[in-house]
């Protein structure tokens, strides 16, 4: 089975721009969380997507903001970028409620 | 709300020698799952072992082990004949019994010597 994949894995903004990135989940995996990693504040839940429903969220601004499809395919969007959300994306899949399985993440820069 | 604590920035092991990194965490919940992730330079996070709370017996998964205290909400890793692949940082994490957010500790550098 293919793993988790995330795209791009790179990407460079400036502040005041808008971004998505794209995160496919195992094939039979129909829950997708994503977290942001920083050094300052470490690895932060986002929200969880499960059947294209929002399920959970973390404590992040509303400029934070994501999707599901009905292929479970998942992308989040963060809008207005500031400095401080330059960080590490992860997401991650799992079945219902069973082990996560992280992608390799998206290196997000904002200049 | 839950938290995770790392106390451990950065441990350091001889290569073949034994390690444990420490964890305790702190919820009003009595059933729940615990984790230790790992993060090498890739990257790319990967799941070391779990362990449910309602299980008294320590999770062990091959040079890996844990020693769980629920009532002291003590959670450690102990990593036996270190190998240089092992060199990562790692983290502890949280999980409700029910939905699948992570809270993680701050993490733990592990460097391993030849």
């Known amino acids: 089975k293919a793993g988790v994949t995330q795209t791009p894995r790179y990407l460079i903004k400036t502040r005041g721009q808008q971004v998505t990135l794209s995160c496919s989940p195992i094939?039979?995996?129909?829950?997708v969380s994503w977290y942001q990693q920083t050094p300052g504040q470490g690895l932060q839940f986002l929200f969880e997507?499960?059947?294209?429903?929002?399920?959970n969220k973390g404590n992040f601004p509303g400029r934070f903001s994501g999707r599901q499809f009905s292929n479970s395919r998942s992308e989040m969007n963060v809008s207005t970028l500031e400095l401080g959300d330059s960080a590490l994306y992860l997401c991650?899949?799992?079945?219902?409620?069973?082990?996560?399985?992280f992608g390799p993440g998206t290196r997000l820069t904002v200049l | 709300a839950q938290t995770v604590t790392q106390s451990q920035p950065e441990m350091s092991v001889q290569e073949a020698e034994t390690v444990t990194l420490s964890c305790t965490y702190d919820?009003?919940?009595?059933?729940?799952?615990l984790f230790w992730y790992k993060q090498p330079p890739s990257r790319q996070m990967i799941l070391v072992i779990r362990?449910?709370?309602?299980?008294?017996q320590n999770a062990t998964e091959n040079r890996f082990s844990v020693n769980f205290q629920k009532a002291a909400k003590s959670f450690s890793l102990k990593i036996s004949d270190s190998q240089l692949g092992d060199a990562a940082m790692y983290f502890c994490?949280?999980?409700?019994?029910?939905?699948?957010?992570?809270?993680f500790g701050a993490g733990t550098i592990l460097r391993v010597k030849s």
């Open positions: 994490a949280y999980r409700p019994l029910y939905g699948n957010k992570l809270v």
């Open positions: 991650a899949s799992s079945q219902t409620m069973g082990e996560q399985f």
């Open positions: 362990q449910e709370a309602y299980k008294q």
């Open positions: 997507y499960f059947s294209e429903t929002q399920r």
């Open positions: 094939s039979g995996h129909r829950s």
């Open positions: 919820t009003s919940e009595s059933d729940y799952y």
